[in-house]
């Protein structure tokens, strides 16, 4: 595979490497602003970058940095990056590199996800950021309080008024959740440091994880345009891009591992808004007293803002997604 490693390049390009760059949330801000022929050209140039090494990418920045005077980019740009250096922020201070890093494992009781308590803070937020507001909790709860109050002032507005909500309303986490939460974080981990600072990015899925953050006009635009210009691409994009209804679509056993990372209140409003066959296939698939307070609860909301339905509905999106990605769901 060919690598870019020099910044001789056209704008369109450098613009791709800029946004594969900033956090999802921020090119999907980008993206709405775009025309749609920007964004077509944008996007097919994303998906099809080649390996970017990290003195190209950091050349792009730089330039870019020279300039722009918005705070928003320069914050989400600057301070080094994510797993910069991959170097590990040991107890005493000090740092190791990640070439070695102190895993989870041996003898002896140990503390839930004690392995991302020698984590760097700004590697631990690329490692959760996208994940629901409900699993960002439930990670900051088992990290070193100078960790986690790092971690949560770095969020968006809206995601850091989410999780410390469920932060502070945190009951016990079943031992299985814990244990498969920790699997997934390791393996992330371990792919991170073994890959390296952005040493290799798939535009496609650079492209996806945008898209996740984007609203649904903004994600139309692009897939129309994709369409126009590589059918195969925009197909492959938007059998990964399932929406709320998809949950219609997958088996009992995908449903069930969805559900489990639900928020209730979440699937409440969710329901509000969902189509009679979805919500009564979600009512049977629980047990009858869990089914009955949900159809009450649902029942007895009052008028809801149809942005705070589809704001619950995208979280429940948002984790059927990544389980397609994780290669944890199949469909019917």
């Known amino acids: 595979m060919s690598t870019i490693s020099s910044v001789n390049l056209p704008?369109?390009?450098?613009?791709?490497?800029?946004?594969?760059s900033l956090p999802p949330e921020l090119s999907a801000q980008v993206f709405k602003e775009l025309g749609p022929e920007e964004v077509q050209a944008i996007t097919m140039e994303i998906s099809k970058l080649p390996q970017i090494s990290p003195e190209a990418r950091a050349q792009v920045i730089q330039e870019f940095l020279e300039q722009t005077n918005h705070p928003g980019m320069r914050e989400a740009l600057g301070g080094g990056g994510p797993l910069s250096g991959s170097v590990m922020t040991e107890p005493g201070g000090g740092t190791a590199h990640a070439t070695a890093p102190t895993f989870s494992g041996g003898g002896g009781a140990k503390r839930p996800l004690d392995f991302m308590r020698r984590v760097d803070p700004r590697q631990l937020l690329q490692l959760i950021r996208r994940e629901h507001p409900q699993t960002i909790a439930v990670v900051l709860s088992y990290l070193q309080p100078s960790q986690a109050s790092t971690v949560l002032g770095d969020l968006t507005p809206q995601v850091q008024t989410e999780v410390a909500r469920r932060l502070a309303e945190l009951?016990?986490?079943?031992?299985?959740?814990?244990?498969?939460?920790?699997?997934?974080?390791?393996?992330?981990?371990?792919q991170a440091l073994?890959?390296?600072?952005?040493?290799?990015?798939?535009?496609?899925?650079?492209?996806?994880?945008?898209?996740?953050?984007?609203?649904?006009?903004?994600?139309?635009?692009?897939?129309?345009?994709?369409?126009?210009?590589?059918?195969?691409?925009?197909?492959?994009?938007?059998?990964?891009?399932?929406?709320?209804?998809?949950l219609n679509n997958i088996d009992d056993s995908s449903l069930q591992q969805v559900l489990r990372l639900t928020d209730f209140r979440d699937l409440v409003l969710a329901l509000k808004g969902a189509n009679r066959e979805l919500a009564e296939r979600i009512y049977r698939f629980l047990s009858p007293e869990v089914a009955r307070a949900l159809r009450e609860?649902?029942?007895?909301?009052?008028?809801?803002?149809?942005?705070?339905?589809?704001?619950?509905?995208?979280?429940?999106?948002?984790?059927?997604?990544?389980?397609?990605?994780?290669?944890?769901?199949?469909?019917?």
């Not at 369109?12 to 594969?20: P, W």
């Not at 945008?210 to 369409?227: C, F, K």
Request: proline content about 3%.
């Open 11 to 20: 704008p369109k390009q450098k613009t791709a490497i800029l946004l594969m």
């Open 194 to 246: 073994e890959e390296g600072a952005y040493s290799h990015t798939d535009g496609k899925e650079t492209l996806l994880e945008i898209l996740n953050q984007a609203d649904r006009n903004t994600e139309e635009r692009v897939l129309t345009g994709l369409t126009q210009k590589s059918p195969h691409l925009a197909s492959d994009i938007k059998t990964k891009l399932c929406d709320f209804e998809d």
């Open 297 to 332: 609860d649902v029942e007895s909301l009052g008028q809801v803002p149809w942005e705070e339905i589809k704001q619950a509905q995208q979280q429940i999106r948002n984790i059927l997604r990544g389980l397609v990605t994780l290669g944890k769901i199949k469909f019917k």
């Open 171 to 190: 009951r016990k986490v079943s031992p299985e959740i814990l244990a498969e939460l920790e699997k997934v974080l390791e393996i992330r981990l371990h």
